[in-house]
């Protein structure tokens, strides 16, 4: 089976990744008119020098060996460096490159060239950044066919074919073992990489998908003890008789408002305001009493008014202010309840209700302008205070 594409999207061009596959497609060429270069740029476990652990990787035994790992490289390097960006996939891909050469020379004793450790490292890069991108192969079974399958359950087939057949002492001719190193050298480094926030973050990467793992784990570990933090069971209908739902059912529902509520987390480290605002009115759906902690709550009603979505926002302004009436700056959320009851939904008594509330704590002569300017045009539609 041969991978032909990924479902990842690019949002710049990987100008180095292409590089690297120029460069080594052109020391392939040299090195067929010049076949010497290939004992010289070869990594020999025997007598290794500093300088073979850079160049071992860029010469090649074969046409099928260079278009191999160019077309690995080409399907999975391209979504790598648009993650790390070019100077960072650089350094990573030639470090990827001497980590697999050190595991080689460790426990082997054969001369050992190709890109294959390196492009290893960058399949394991790969696996944690995009682990549910699916990957279309092509294969042949009485005709041609193509498939896709998840990234996580490809580059893991191959990972494991190299763990067999290293330990198992078949005599493959392949450098299993440089494979292995790269594979496990991308995968920690990108995953130490996410964890300290030092590349973006991503819903579907695999240190958010180990977080909602354990959140799920911890609240089914919480729920099966009895505990309903959302008051499923004691919730009252809309005419007030307390209705008990079954234990599944409340397990369910509130499984699935832990798990947005991670969602929302998540995106709004990663500033993708909007969708976190739409997963929001998803978990009001479900519970209408639900909040989110402080400052997502405060910032998915910033995310809806500023999508004119001024019901939702009104409301998600009166629950921050019933769950966070400590909030330093409450004022400035008042303000803005009023200013969206005054002009937008035209409930005139509850905007001037905020207005006079937050004028008593505002400071700044241009919110205290505004705040009076609107109380002062909508006085003749509200009534006493």
């Not at 080594?24 to 300088?51: C, G, K």
Request: glycine share 6%; proline share 4%; net charge neutral.
């Amino acid at each position: 089976m041969i991978p032909i594409r990924t479902d990842s999207r690019l949002r710049s061009t990987p100008w180095t990744n292409w590089a690297i596959i120029a460069l080594n497609v052109l020391v392939f060429l040299i090195q067929h008119r010049m076949p010497s270069l290939t004992h010289r740029f070869e990594l020999n476990p025997r007598e290794p020098s500093l300088w073979n652990f850079f160049t071992y990787s860029l010469v090649h035994a074969n046409g099928p060996h260079i278009a191999s790992n160019m077309l690995f490289l080409y399907i999975f390097g391209n979504n790598v460096n648009d993650k790390m960006g070019h100077w960072g996939y650089s350094a990573f891909y030639v470090a990827g490159g001497i980590f697999s050469g050190i595991c080689y020379v460790l426990f082997e004793s054969n001369p050992v060239i190709g890109a294959s450790g390196a492009v290893s490292a960058v399949t394991g890069a790969y696996l944690v950044l995009f682990p549910l991108a699916n990957v279309t192969i092509i294969f042949f079974l009485f005709y041609f066919a193509t498939w896709e399958i998840p990234s996580f359950w490809f580059i893991g087939f191959f990972f494991a074919q190299d763990l067999l057949l290293n330990f198992s002492g078949s005599a493959t001719g392949v450098a299993h073992l440089a494979h292995i190193g790269g594979t496990l050298f991308g995968f920690s480094i990108c995953f130490l990489l996410l964890t300290f926030y030092l590349l973006p973050r991503d819903h579907f990467d695999v240190v958010a998908m180990a977080k909602q793992w354990n959140r799920r784990r911890q609240f089914r570990d919480l729920t099966s003890k009895g505990y309903d933090p959302f008051g499923y069971a004691g919730a009252k209908n809309r005419v007030g008789v307390e209705r008990r739902l079954p234990a599944q059912a409340v397990s369910r529902e509130q499984e699935k408002v832990q798990d947005l509520k991670a969602q929302i987390s998540d995106l709004l480290s990663n500033h993708h305001h909007a969708r976190a605002a739409e997963l929001y009115l998803e978990i009001k759906a479900i519970d209408p009493e639900q909040v989110l902690a402080r400052q997502a709550q405060l910032e998915v009603g910033n995310q809806l008014a500023s999508e004119q979505r001024y019901p939702q926002a009104a409301e998600a302004y009166e629950s921050f202010l019933r769950h966070y009436r400590g909030f330093e700056q409450v004022e400035q959320v008042e303000l803005m309840l009023g200013l969206i009851y005054a002009r937008y939904l035209n409930r005139y008594d509850r905007a001037k209700e905020y207005l006079l509330r937050a004028m008593a704590r505002l400071h700044g002569d241009k919110e205290l302008s505004l705040a009076r300017t609107e109380l002062n045009r909508i006085e003749p539609f509200a009534g006493g205070a």
